[in-house]
């Protein structure tokens, strides 16, 4: 059986050109502050049309929320150069408020006939996004540099 012997001094060199690269990976993963606006705000006006208790608003405002979260997926990678998943905590954050937020605007819109009330729902889920985007963008970096 051979051995792959490293000295001393080759680990320690490779060690820190990982660390390097994960330095650089990590300076890269942010998003552009521009990227969660643009999700808040594609968030609010998917949700926001909701209120106009119609399909022919609602339909063609899915339509260009779903081709705006593809071309802001396509504009992660490009910049990046990599995709990466929440993590089961942030996910289930983002979910609990979803639920406190949707689940009453739901209930006043369809079950009251308020729908108006879908309008600050967007804007208040628009506005989580964009802050939970920005929140979990910066915990990943310093994650990857070692600082948590």
């Known amino acids: 059986m051979e051995s792959n012997r490293i000295d001393r001094d080759d680990a320690?060199?490779?060690?820190?050109?990982?660390?390097?690269?994960?330095?650089?990976?990590?300076?890269?993963?942010?998003?552009?502050?521009?990227?969660?606006?643009?999700?808040?705000?594609?968030?609010?006006?998917?949700?926001?049309?909701?209120?106009?208790?119609?399909?022919?608003?609602?339909?063609?405002?899915?339509?260009?929320?779903?081709?705006?979260?593809?071309?802001?997926?396509?504009?992660?990678?490009?910049?990046?150069?990599?995709?990466?998943n929440i993590d089961p905590r942030t996910m289930a954050q983002w979910i609990a408020v979803v639920v406190v937020v949707l689940l009453p605007a739901f209930v006043l819109a369809e079950g009251f006939d308020h729908h108006w009330v879908m309008v600050p729902a967007g804007a208040v889920l628009g506005l989580a996004v964009t802050l939970f985007g920005r929140r979990w963008g910066r915990a990943y970096a310093a994650e990857l540099r070692g600082e948590r």
Do not use: C, E, N
């Open 12 to 84: 320690a060199a490779q060690l820190a050109a990982l660390q390097a690269d994960r330095t650089a990976l990590a300076d890269r993963v942010v998003a552009p502050w521009w990227y969660d606006v643009a999700l808040g705000l594609l968030l609010f006006g998917f949700l926001s049309s909701y209120a106009a208790d119609s399909l022919w608003v609602t339909f063609p405002s899915m339509v260009v929320f779903f081709a705006g979260l593809a071309v802001l997926v396509s504009a992660y990678k490009r910049i990046t150069g990599v995709w990466v």
